[in-house]
């Protein structure tokens, strides 16, 4: 389970829970190692500490400078409380302040950044099926009129006579009556009509996919970055122009020098940010 404690802000709270493993540095951990290879730092003839060792120094410097009591501070104005911080700590990785001094400067000069987050919107098109239409097939029954034509054969009768002469006269038995009656039946053909039903035709349904484009027009927004005072690679002091990281400041004074090297500082850490987003 996360640990929901929440711990009191001030600096030496916040350094006390670094030596003690209940501090994350995020981000900045990765950032100071990083740079810590590339940082020229320690006194003429002292080693320089490996990253290891100067991790409590470079963490001690990040939280003085993101501290409000260090808020318009100098390094050098609050050098002499954090290097009684260093000495309350034991000398942290037991390396003397001399040599950790300008890993924390560094550290110090980054905390107290203002940083600036740019976001932008981004689409994300995906796909699901939905129904896009139905069809429908009904049988119906509709009533057609048929003539057909069809020969049926009856028999008729046909009377013929013929008189009989000589010994077929004489033969022929000869009586008068009424009683004698001859019935022929006639025969005849009638239509018999009879229905029945016949398959005729087969109808086949299947679907076939179709791949059409779709154009997608949407707006989104995106933040930029709009810098006020800096222009040029120069910085305003009071109602003066300064060249940043101009080696001719002589008539500055120690103040003046100070907020300089922290301005230039800013600068470069801004113009390396914005080349990131960039890309």
Known sequence: ?????????????????????????????????????????????????????????YRMGHLAGSDDRYANRSFDEAEDELRGAWSSTGGASGRDWSTVRDYARDAYVRGQEQRVVLSEEQLAVGKRQVQAGEVTLHKTVETEHVTEHVPLVREEVTIERRPLTGEAAIAASATIGEDEVIRVPLMAEEAVVEKRVVPVEEVIVRTDAVTETQVIDETVRRERLETSGVQDGTARLGDREVPLGSTSASSLDEDERGMMDQASRRLETTRDRIDDLRS
């Open 1 to 57: 389970m996360a640990d929901t404690t929440r711990h009191d802000d001030s600096f030496m709270d916040k350094l006390k829970r670094f030596f003690t493993g209940d501090d994350d540095q995020g981000t900045d951990d990765e950032y100071y190692r990083t740079r810590h290879a590339s940082l020229a730092t320690g006194t003429s003839g002292t080693s320089a500490a490996s990253y290891d060792e100067a991790r409590p120094a």
